[in-house]
């Protein structure tokens, strides 16, 4: 096999994101993007080989292999990034629930929506239903939406099987859709998203099952690496909580948590307590639970779409930088409280609606969201030897980003050194 390279030639910027890969971006180093003015990469088979001064690229290329078949990419005007990554997603589920949002202008909660036994429940019953192949047809179709908006791998959360098998399903599908798509996928299991109706009277019943068999089942069939909670008001305690994630632990599941989401829950502390590796949602944050997130080294994972999407303020990313917590960005894509593929636009609500800085927003999507998926030292930065996931945007710079909202500026996107949106 000859060698396969591309050659990303003089963009107008390179953010690399570089340097970071040991320890997530927290504070002021959230604004350094390493950034490359007029830089070239270059990328042999799926790993990065360059990234630098466009001089220094010819001369990386004058040694290349006799054989090398070597794709020009000219880049000029152009912004290139490191992939984007999506650490906080649904995605495999079945139907939709735009019903919800009429219900919802006229004053419905979320949460209440819920309690009648639709929102989370409804998914969960359609998801149940649907046959493993349709299940990875409608999935696949929300994969492709996410590569054209320049997102090259997703967390992917079960939690609308909600009884063993169909959690199983959930996660087959979210392995075999890694292996035959672009878009990478980390799975995490999620047995604990939502109490299932056969369980309605019990929910300390489900707990047991969730811990005593889903885990073990998950764990041995080797199916997901996080082990996730909906630690909410009226869902899962945050004693029941803790029982969850510790018996995941046990079996080797790093923690993550949905925290903090309607009402102050003592999520962020939890998170704190168990070292969960990330935080997520986060509105109703204390100010105790941020200060212990920041000295756990635990990531604050903003959905601010969902905010958006449910007519909410957004969390208080500024407090959360502030305090020393390193934040990452979700679309939470889901088919409830946010049903969006589009990470750029959860990037301009993040700049634009909670006032972080179009530096800290791509920190927050690149080399922040590796470490929130523990891929850190794969992906997530532009630097020789990691893997070839690039996106080039119709963007001057990393300012435009932001200030040209709510449009998809991707032209190309990379993965694993091959072009997949052109
Ligand atoms: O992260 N909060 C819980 N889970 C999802 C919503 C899932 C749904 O509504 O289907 C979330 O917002
Ligand atoms: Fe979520």
Do not use: W
């Not at 967390?155 to 099987?161: D, H, I, M, P, Q």
């Not at 878009?183 to 005593?212: C, N, Q, W």
């Not at 635990?298 to 999407?309: E, S």
């Not at 932001?402 to 997949?420: A, E, M, P, S, W």
């Amino acid at each position: 096999m000859p060698t396969r390279m591309v050659y990303v030639r003089r963009a107008a910027q390179v953010v690399t994101a570089a340097g970071a890969s040991l320890r997530p971006k927290r504070g002021a180093e959230m604004s350094e993007l390493g950034i490359i003015e007029g830089g070239s990469v270059i990328t042999r088979d799926d790993r990065i080989l360059f990234a630098g001064p466009d001089e220094e690229a010819q001369r990386v290329l004058a040694a290349a292999p006799e054989d090398a078949e070597v794709e020009v990419l000219e880049a000029e005007g152009k912004l290139v990034t490191p992939g984007l990554i999506d650490p906080h997603t649904h995605v495999v589920f079945a139907g939709s629930r735009e019903f919800e949002l009429p219900l919802r202008l006229k004053g419905a909660a979320y949460m209440d929506i819920l309690k009648a036994g639709g929102g989370i429940l409804y998914t969960a019953e359609q998801t149940r239903a649907a046959e493993e192949d349709l299940l990875a047809a409608e999935t696949r179709r929300r994969l492709d939406r996410f590569l054209l908006h320049g997102v090259t791998t997703v967390e992917a959360k079960s939690g609308y099987g909600l009884r063993l098998e169909d959690e199983l399903k959930q996660l087959r599908t979210a392995r075999r859709l890694n292996a035959e798509h672009p878009v990478e996928l980390v799975s995490t299991f999620m047995g604990a998203h939502a109490v299932p109706p056969e369980y309605k009277g019990d929910p300390e019943a489900y707990v047991r099952l969730v811990i005593e068999e889903m885990i073990p089942a998950v764990a041995e069939a080797g199916l997901a690496e996080f082990c996730d909670v909906f630690c909410e008001e009226g869902v899962f305690t945050p004693e029941q909580s803790r029982r969850i994630l510790e018996a995941g632990l046990a079996r080797g599941l790093k923690p993550k948590l949905h925290a903090d989401e309607i009402v102050p829950y003592g999520g962020a502390e939890l998170a704190a307590a168990v070292g969960a590796v990330t935080a997520d949602h986060l509105l109703q944050a204390s100010g105790e639970g941020i200060a212990a997130m920041a000295r756990r080294g635990v990531i604050a994972v903003l959905l601010p779409g969902t905010a958006f999407f449910l007519r909410k303020p957004p969390a208080d990313a500024r407090r959360m930088i502030s305090a020393g917590v390193p934040v990452a960005l979700a679309t939470d894509r889901n088919p409830g409280s946010s049903p969006t593929e589009s990470l750029p636009l959860i990037m301009n609500l993040a700049c634009l609606g909670m006032g972080m800085t179009p530096e800290e927003v791509l920190a927050a999507c690149t080399i922040n969201a590796a470490h929130a998926v523990g891929r850190a030292s794969r992906i997530g930065s532009i630097e020789a030897g990691k893997q070839a996931d690039l996106v080039l945007f119709d963007a001057p710079n990393v300012t435009y980003l932001q200030y040209h909202f709510g449009v998809n500026l991707v032209d190309t996107v990379i993965k694993r050194g091959v072009c997949v949106v052109r």
